[in-house]
C-alpha cells in the first residue's frame, strides 16, 4: 500500500522505512482491528537517492489503501469484484487514514531510512 502511495505521489519507484503493528482493539477494549505504521518521509529509489514524500493528502493515501486492500480480498476471493466495485461507487469514506508528520529528529534533516537501512 505504501509503495503504491510513493509511486503515485512521485512517479517513481521507492522503497521508505516501514514499521508496521497491528492493534485489534481499542481504548474501550473492544474488537477495532486497525493498523499504526511509523514510515520515514524520504524513499530511496533504485539509483539510491532519496526522495522526499509528503504525507499531507490523508484522502488520497485512504484511497489507494482502499484500493489495495480490496484488490489483496479480490484476489484471495474472499471478496467478489462486483462487490469491490459497489463499495468503490459508494463513495463513502471505507478506510480512514490520518497523518501525523511529526519529525523524529528536528534537528537534522538526516532521512530515518539511512538509519534504518
Known sequence: MLLSYFQ????TVLEPGVIAVIQTFCERLNFHPHLHFLVTERG???AGAFHRVRF?????????????????LVRQELLSP????QILRNGREQFQVICDETP???EKETPILSILR
Open 8 to 11: 503515485a505521489v512521485t512517479g
Open 44 to 46: 530511496v529509489d533504485e
Open 56 to 72: 499531507s493528502d490523508d484522502a488520497r493515501l485512504a484511497e489507494v489503501v482502499g484500493r489495495e486492500v480490496q484488490g489483496f
Open 82 to 85: 462486483a462487490w469491490a466495485e
Open 104 to 106: 523524529c529528529n528536528a
